[in-house]
């Protein structure tokens, strides 16, 4: 059994920094990419950031040079540092991994933290 565990959101003035956290635990064989969505209500869930086992990274168009995606692959951990926070990042954050385990790989979800920010 797999888990995602998101942790780290809560409120923030316009402005402000958060940072989340994602640790995968299981029966772990190793995990590849690792990413983060949102979706705030009303909206569809879009890319936020993603990372490769590697370190290359990609980020959606309105976060770049704001949040920054790291990972520690030796406790299997993504990261999200989110700076110059805006209204407009307000959302639930789902973070992401594509995981092997000894039965195949798939795709896994955290279960979601709230990030509001205020103006």
């Given amino acids: 059994q797999v888990q995602l565990v ?16 994602c640790a995968a635990s299981g029966n772990i064989f190793r995990v590849s990419h690792m990413g983060w969505y ?4 009303g909206k569809q869930r879009e890319l936020v950031a993603i ?11 309105s976060v770049k040079g704001r949040f920054t995606i790291s990972r520690d692959n030796a406790k299997n951990t993504v990261y999200l ?3 110059s926070l805006k209204p407009e990042d307000t959302a639930v954050y789902y973070c992401n991994a594509d995981i092997f385990t000894y039965g195949g790989t798939e795709a896994y979800w955290g279960q979601g933290t709230q990030v509001t920010v205020s103006s």
């Fill in 51 to 61: 990372i490769a086992r590697g370190g290359s990274t990609s980020y959606g168009d």
């Fill in 6 to 21: 998101e942790s780290g959101g809560g409120l923030v003035q316009a402005g402000g920094s958060l940072r989340l956290s």
């Fill in 81 to 83: 540092q989110m700076n």
């Fill in 38 to 41: 949102r979706q705030a209500p």
